[in-house]
T-cell receptor
Framework: DAKTTQPTSMDCAEGRAANLPCNHS???????VYWYRQIHSQGPQYIIH???NNETNEMASLIITEDRKSSTLILPHATLRDTAVYYC?????????????FGTGTKLQVIP | DAGVTQSPTHLIKTRGQQVTLRCSPK?????VSWYQQALGQGPQFIFQ???????QRGNFPDRFSGHQFPNYSSELNVNALLLGDSALYLC??????????????FGSGTRLTVV
């Protein structure tokens, strides 16, 4: 599986956009980019995923560079409830099953 | 629509004992994965079950075993518990069939303390 590199921690002012970067320079052609977050003492929560095109849902936007070697998760208007550890993961798609390996993630602190 | 349900939420065991953790996947999901999360660390993949078979396994010893039942629920068994097995154990379910990946739904976990 491809490895990812994320900053250990980031701060963001409440109401501003939070931009969380992720490097995945060894990503393979069949690997998706996934983002999850984990709020303290809870299980990780799926946010968004993409293959090569930019994606948007009700929670966030995912921007993947053209060479697919890096991506950015954007929380458009961060709130205090967005304070969490954010994990960027690359994972192959295999019919019937997939393997998701977590790294250490980015601890995002949203500041009032 | 119930999400992933794990039981128990907390338990305390003594070194050398055996423990069984249980997981009911989200409705419509047929694949279950188990993770171990030590304090301050990211979740570590233990294994994954699909169609009642272990499909993938992480770097965990044979003391860690599992089972998936016909209703897609799953159990994680850990034998000969060590102090280092103290962690949050997470179950994640997903829809394994189909060509696209739809992400995992995680339960809230079981906090295991080995004393």
């Amino acid at each position: 599986d491809a490895k990812t590199t994320q900053p250990t921690s980031m701060d963001c002012a409440e109401g501003r956009a939070a931009n969380l970067p992720c490097n995945h320079s060894t990503i393979s052609g069949n690997e998706y980019v996934y983002w999850y977050r984990q709020i303290h003492s809870q299980g990780p929560q799926y946010i968004i995923h993409g293959l090569k095109n930019n994606e948007t849902n009700e929670m966030a936007s995912l921007i993947i560079t053209e060479d697919r070697k890096s991506s950015t998760l954007i929380l458009p208007h961060a709130t205090l409830r967005d304070t969490a550890v954010y994990y960027c993961i690359v994972s192959p798609t295999v019919r019937g099953y997939q393997k998701v390996t977590f790294g250490t993630g980015t601890k995002l602190q949203v500041i009032p | 629509d119930a999400g992933v349900t794990q039981s128990p939420t907390h338990l305390i065991k003594t070194r050398g004992q055996q423990v069984t953790l249980r997981c009911s996947p989200k409705s419509g999901h047929d694949t279950v994965s188990w993770y171990q999360q030590a304090l301050g660390q990211g979740p570590q993949f233990i294994f994954q079950y699909y169609e009642e078979e272990e499909r993938q396994r992480g770097n965990f010893p044979d003391r860690f075993s599992g089972h998936q039942f016909p209703n897609y629920s799953s159990e994680l068994n850990v034998n000969a518990l060590l102090l280092g097995d103290s962690a949050l154990y997470l179950c994640a379910s997903s829809q394994g069939t189909g060509g696209a990946s739809y992400g995992y739904t995680f339960g809230s976990g079981t906090r295991l303390t080995v004393v």
